[in-house]
T-cell receptor, first 115, second 117 residues
Framework: KAGVTQTPRYLIKTRGQQVTLSCSPI?????VSWYQQTPGQGLQFLFE???????NKGNFPGRFSGRQFSNSRSEMNVSTLELGDSALYLC??????????????FGPGTRLLVL | AQTVTQSQPEMSVQEAETVTLSCTYD???????LFWYKQPPSRQMILVIR??????QNATENRFSVNFQKAAKSFSLKISDSQLGDAAMYFC??????????????FGKGMKLTVNP
């Protein structure tokens, strides 16, 4: 079974631009979470989607948004990029079974550099 | 809000030796899950081991085991017979068992483990 895939793997943008990152979960997985990883702040939760609905959201400005499609693929968008948005963006998927302990499988990440 | 603290930013161990990584957390919840994730230089985050808070028995996965002290809010990872492939960043993470089934993870800052041959 294929793992979580993220595209693109690397991205260079300039301040003020917007960017869209994509995450394809493992087949059959319906939950997708996004995290931002930076040397200074570490790993921070962005948002989580389950069955096309945002189930939880981290403490990020409104410039960060996301969505999930009916095939469980997810996208996150960052508008008006700032230098501080340079980070590794990780996506994780899981197969929620309701109350049980699910394993989240992470993708390889998208490294975003804002110049 | 829950917090996770990994006080040691770096550690090193000799190949075949045992090393213990420490983690403490703060929460007012009684039901939760704890995890150790490994992130090698390839950056792919990999689950090492997990522990349900309601279970008193410490989790083990081959060479990896945890020492879970609920009252002390401590969750340390022991790696036995360390191998070169164990070299990586290790993250301790917390997940609430409530929050409507949310799988949000709260991570510690991580610890870089070096394995010396």
């Amino acid at each position: 079974k294929a793992g979580v895939t993220q595209t693109p793997r690397y991205l260079i943008k300039t301040r003020g631009q917007q960017v869209t990152l994509s995450c394809s979960p493992i087949s059959g997985h319906r939950s997708v979470s996004w995290y931002q990883q930076t040397p200074g702040q570490g790993l921070q939760f962005l948002f989580e989607y389950f069955s096309e609905t945002q189930r939880n959201k981290g403490n990020f400005p409104g410039r960060f948004s996301g969505r999930q499609f009916s095939n469980s693929r997810s996208e996150m968008n960052v508008s008006t990029l700032e230098l501080g948005d340079s980070a590794l963006y990780l996506c994780a998927s899981s197969l929620p079974t309701g109350g049980a302990l699910e394993t989240q499988y992470f993708g390889p990440g998208t490294r975003l550099l804002v110049l | 809000a829950q917090t996770v603290t990994q006080s040691q930013p770096e550690m090193s161990v000799q190949e075949a030796e045992t090393v213990t990584l420490s983690c403490t957390y703060d929460t007012s919840e009684s039901d939760y899950y704890l995890f150790w994730y490994k992130q090698p230089p390839s950056r792919q985050m990999i689950l090492v081991i997990r522990q349900e808070a309601y279970k008193q028995q410490n989790a083990t996965e081959n060479r990896f085991s945890v020492n879970f002290q609920k009252a002390a809010k401590s969750f340390s990872l022991k790696i036995s017979d360390s191998q070169l492939g164990d070299a990586a960043m290790y993250f301790c993470a917390y997940r609430s068992a409530g929050e409507g089934g949310s799988e949000k993870l709260v991570f510690g800052k991580g610890m870089k483990l070096t394995v010396n041959p």
